[in-house]
Each structure stands twice: as C-alpha cells, then as structure tokens.
Nanobody, 119 residues
C-alpha cells in the first residue's frame, strides 16, 4: 500500500508564507509526477503546481511567481513553498503523486491540509 501524508498547513496573514510538505511511503518502486491541488470553500479542486520526476515544473497562473514546488527523490517528498499569500489562496491543499509499485501504477492523494489566509 502507498500513503501520502501532508503537513504544514495553518493560519497566516495576507502577505505571509507557509511551506507544505508531503511524504510518500509504502511499497513504492518509482514516483513519477507529483503535485499539489487545492479546493477552496464551495469550489472544485484545482491544480496548483506539478513537478515531474526530472524536476520540470508547471504552475497555475494564479500562483506563478509566489509559489515554488520542489521534490526530494531520495526521500520521496514533495514540498510547496507559498509566499505572498492572499485570502483567495485559502483552501484545503492536497498532495498528489503518480506512483509505480512493483505490480501497479496509480494516482494517490493525501488527506489534505487546511491553509487559511486572513486579510
């Protein structure tokens, strides 16, 4: 089995920073793409940032220049550094990973971590 566990959410004032981390564990053979998604209150889940196994990144327009995604392949972790936070960044943030086990390939999600940005 594979698990993704997020940490680092919380309450911050507008203009502040937070760093989210996500650790993958279990019978992992290879982790392909990893990413962060978010679900604002009353809205659908949306892409925030993606990073490939080779480190190529992609960001939603709304977070470009403020958020940075990174990963540590040796530790099976992905992080999201969020700077210049805005109230509209308030959401539950989910870690996502495309993972190969010895016998399967699948998409896995973390349980989510709340980020609240006050104005």
């Amino acid at each position: 089995q594979v698990q993704l566990v997020e940490s680092g959410g919380g309450l911050v004032q507008a203009g502040g920073s937070l760093r989210l981390s996500c650790a993958a564990s279990g019978r992992i053979f290879k982790i392909n793409g990893m990413g962060w998604f978010r679900q604002p209150p009353g809205k659908q889940r949306e892409l925030v940032a993606l990073i490939s196994s080779s480190g190529i990144t992609n960001y939603a327009d709304s977070v470009k220049g403020r958020f940075t995604i990174s990963r540590d392949n040796a530790k099976n972790t992905v992080s999201l550094q969020m700077n210049s936070l805005k109230p509209e960044d308030t959401a539950v943030y989910y870690c996502n990973a495309d993972i190969n086990t010895l016998f399967t390939r699948g998409e896995y999600w973390g349980q989510g971590t709340q980020v609240t940005v006050s104005s």
